[in-house]
């Protein structure tokens, strides 16, 4: 039966020649025993380069050489070409032995080509999925690392608040303190020897103080509520009245010590709507500040009117005026800053700050100008529904 098929394909050896000399699917080459190459196709010529038979990594051209058989057909398997710096290239080869020479027909199984692009498409399916997974933890991570910054951002933002408010509490406190222990020792240790004008002198020093220490101690602790989100802003309807008449009363005395004329009049009286509170510690803030950076003999005026739906809260004094350079830091900048007063007040630097952030919780608009020596505008602007 072989005998019959050698003696068919003899007829065909033209042909068959041909195309093993020309087949873009087979590797073949023939070799003999002294590595001299006397015949390769394009394919072959291709894979073994330069380095000729010293491609050959495994097995080697002369293990190939050494191996006996009782057929000419001494290998067939796995043949790795290439070198141990690049890509190699795997062929599945029969090697022939005869008369001292070697020939080599490679090529690839179509099984194992099946079997290989299988592995291959497993292999981009787990790549495009590692590929997946990964593009989502890198977007967890990158929103994690963006959460961390803004943690970290607000709690350095309530570090410093904390400072500023221990600061306050440290010093801007102590001295009305000092000044209450000084007068209520002195009221307690002489009141059997002091005249009645005298001890009512006192006491109203004695209340002045406790009062301006009450509303900075109240003034703070509604700052630091707000930054830290623990003061919603809760907006009610009341008279103006409800509002203007206890701070007028507050500062009447304070304005009075300066010679000050502290005027209420211009003030339509109706109903308003703002959160209480808030709008409360911006006018004494601003009102506090006008009688602070005034001097003797001058005037600090609050108006207050209702136009299109727009509560406009004006306070203007004859003080010492602020530089256009220093209205601009002072509407923009996030910073807490303090003079002193024209008869050397301190203060905290806090309220500003602190009626800016009030001002912003009821969607409002503060407004300064001012002319050095001739005194300021604080005006308030505050939308009604």
Known sequence: MNEHKSNILSEWIDELSNIIKNEDLLYIAIVDANHKIEFCNELMAGLLGQQGVESFINPKFETLTKLQSKSSLIFKGHITFGDMLSVNTSLFAHVYKKNNKLLIIGGSKIP????????MAE?????????????????????????????????????????????????????????????????????????TKTIKR????????????YYLLDDVLNWYKSQSGNMPYEPVDFH??????????????????????????????????????????????????????TPKDGIVELSCNVVHNTLEIKISDTGVGISDEDIQVMLNSSQIKSKSGTKNEKGTGLGLFMCKEFIRKHNGILKISSEIGKGSVFTTIIPQS
Do not use: C, W
Not at 113 to 118: D, F, G, I, V
Not at 151 to 180: G, Q, R, V, W, Y
Not at 272 to 293: E, P, V
């Open 202 to 213: 006192y006491s109203n020093i004695i209340n002045e103080i406790s009062t301006q220490s």
């Open 240 to 293: 103006i009245s409800e509002l203007l008449d206890p701070i007028h009363q507050q500062y009447q005395n304070k304005a009075v010590e300066k010679n000050i004329k502290l005027d209420f009049t211009n003030i339509q009286y109706t109903t308003i709507s703002a959160d209480f509170n808030m709008l409360s510690a911006i006018l004494r803030n601003f009102i506090s500040n006008a009688i602070k950076f």
């Open 123 to 195: 292999l981009n399916r787990e790549v495009n999925n590692l590929q997946r997974e990964l593009i989502i933890k890198n977007q967890a991570l990158e929103q994690t690392l963006l959460d961390l910054n803004k943690t970290n951002a607000k709690l350095e933002s309530l570090n410093k608040d904390k400072d500023l408010f221990i600061s306050i509490l440290a010093h801007d406190l102590k001295s009305p303190f000092n000044s209450l222990l000084g007068f209520s020792s002195l009221l307690a240790d002489e009141i059997d020897n002091l005249d």
């Open 112 to 119: 194992e080509l099946l079997h290989q692009n299988t592995q």
